[in-house]
């Protein structure tokens, strides 16, 4: 089979792998000029920046996709588990969590009257709900009410607290605030609020707590770097500076894609771009599963004030992950979800993988990169950027007790404007749509349209969702999909 993806995200790279393993002939037809999309690697004098993620979590879902192909991840990268795993900044306190759980709940007795219990079992539903989802729920395409009301779902629904949200969860457990905060920090990873996340993500602490924070040496663009390898090996046709513009539909199939470059004949289209792009500017109205009016009723992830920094010195008080919460978080929520604005005290991760890698930043210098949520859809503009600029570099500058402003020698921001410019996305969203309760598991857009017949869907907005280990699950799913219908 002719097979296009559109997009070289880790979704695009990981279903094109899978798919030339399977036999067919793959073209990757991708609008930037490098592979890895919101992954990408961003060099300057010396400095090897991750654009997006940072977290490496969940190994195993590494480990299980290169087993596919008959590797092991150490084929690819070296990989190392932090410790700290990281390091959360509060007005009046530093905190490290730690690799070594039992030191961990040595913290939570300090914080709380019973603390140490209370993270046990905290934990212990965490790990049950992990579990239940790695087996039952994460690698199946979730099509069609028969996935919805199955037996084994409706029966794990109490351990599940299918519908609790974080809050609530994190209310039943831990009387103080800061107990809360820290293990509600992570759900910022999927885009969400803690009013309105299903408890099922409190699975996250069982990953970040138990299963520990890791570090492919030399970034997470050695990721990019391993699913284009195995993408080409297998044949597949990687084209850069490539952007579709248009799906022809004939007989409700894709026959042609458009682009840039040139037109293509296809039997099969795998989208990877984001999915309201695919949907509403690639295709014709009657084509499209999910029209405007879905899209504009959807809960939008975050965009995200990026800030890429080298340093000329290096920065005592860092660990490699850091976590701001030097204001209370709920007024940042308020301007990201209820009323969209700038965050004028904002929470925000700060990552610096100089601390423990010297080949991201030339020596005795800091690798520096910021991420601040902010709403989408709010204005960005050149005044407004700087103006921000200024305003968090004087607050990093009093968190971490040293001067910042006078040692920046890259400098690199990245937002909203660039979200849309350069990937396309929906509202200058930095990783698509947030998981409430009906926009997870069975409620995500389809891995296939219902509309057209060969066109198919991967990547973060589908399920199961947002983070690099989520998308190439995504494009397991689509690849099982494909070769059950169309044969390997
Ligand atoms: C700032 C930030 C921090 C993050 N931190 C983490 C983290 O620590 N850990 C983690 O696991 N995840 C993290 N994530 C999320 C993770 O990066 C994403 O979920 C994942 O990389 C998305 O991959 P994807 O393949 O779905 O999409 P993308 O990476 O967006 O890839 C889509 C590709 O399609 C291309 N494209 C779009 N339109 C077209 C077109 N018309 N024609 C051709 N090509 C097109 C785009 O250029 C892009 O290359 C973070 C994301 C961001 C932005």
């Not at 790279?13 to 609008?31: C, I």
């Not at 699975?203 to 970034?219: A, C, E, K, Q």
């Not at 004939?250 to 949907?279: C, L, M, Q, W």
């Not at 990547?459 to 390997?488: D, F, R």
Request: net charge negative.
């Amino acid at each position: 089979m002719r097979i296009f993806v559109i997009g070289a995200g880790v979704g695009g790279l990981a279903a094109a792998a899978l798919l030339a393993k399977s036999g067919h002939q793959v073209t990757v037809l991708e609008k930037t000029s490098s592979p890895g999309g919101r992954a990408r690697v961003w060099e300057k004098d010396g400095f090897v920046f991750d654009m997006g993620p940072s977290w490496y979590l969940m190994p195993e879902i590494f480990e299980h996709f290169f087993e596919i192909f008959g590797r092991k991840v150490e084929d690819f990268y070296k990989l190392i588990r932090l410790n700290p795993s990281y390091r959360i900044f509060f007005p009046d306190d530093v905190i490290d969590i730690s690799a070594d759980l039992e030191e961990n709940k040595t913290l939570f007795g300090r914080l709380e009257k019973d603390g140490a219990r209370k993270l046990e079992e905290y934990l212990k539903q965490a790990q049950i709900k992990y579990e239940y989802l790695l087996e039952g729920l994460m690698y199946k395409d979730l099509a069609g009410l028969r996935a919805m009301f199955s037996p084994k779902l409706i029966a794990a629904g109490w351990k599940l607290s299918i519908l609790s949200n974080m809050e609530k969860l994190m209310s039943k457990y831990f009387s103080t605030e800061r107990a809360r905060k820290i293990l509600q920090y992570s759900i910022v990873f999927l885009g969400g609020n803690p009013k309105n996340t299903p408890a099922l993500y409190s699975m996250i602490s069982h990953i970040d707590f138990n299963l520990g924070v890791w570090y492919p040496y030399g970034g997470l663009g050695k990721i990019v770097e391993a699913t284009q390898e195995l993408a080409v090996k297998y044949g597949a046709d990687i084209r850069f500076e490539t952007e579709v513009t248009r799906l022809v539909v004939e007989d409700k199939e894709v026959t042609r894609v458009i682009t840039t470059k040139g037109e293509f004949e296809a039997d099969i289209v795998v989208s990877n771009a984001d999915y309201p792009h695919s949907e509403m500017d690639l295709l014709d109205r009657e084509f499209q599963t999910y029209p405007k009016s879905y899209w504009e009723k959807k809960t939008i992830a975050p965009s995200a004030f990026v800030l890429y920094l080298g340093l000329n010195k290096k920065i005592e008080s860092l660990t490699h992950h850091n976590v701001i919460l030097d204001y209370d978080w709920v007024r940042h929520f308020e301007q990201i979800f209820e009323e969209p604005s700038w965050p004028d005290e904002p929470a925000y991760y700060l990552c610096c993988p100089s601390k423990m890698d010297d080949t991201v930043a030339p020596p005795d210098c800091e690798n520096i990169f910021v991420t601040i949520p902010i709403s989408p859809g709010i204005e960005d503009s050149p005044e407004i950027r700087e103006a921000y600029f200024d305003k968090i570099i004087k607050h990093m500058e009093k968190v971490t007790g040293t001067t910042i402003s006078d040692s920046i020698i890259v400098k690199r921001i990245f937002s909203l404007n660039d979200f849309s410019q350069d990937y396309n996305a929906y509202k200058g969203t930095a990783v698509g749509l947030t998981h409430t309760f009906s926009q997870s598991a069975f409620f995500r857009p389809r891995h296939r349209s219902k509309r057209v017949k060969n066109l198919f869907y991967t990547g973060q907005y589908t399920h199961p969702g947002i983070g690099v280990p989520m998308v190439l699950i995504a494009s397991e799913i689509v690849a099982n999909l494909i070769n059950k219908e169309y044969g390997s």
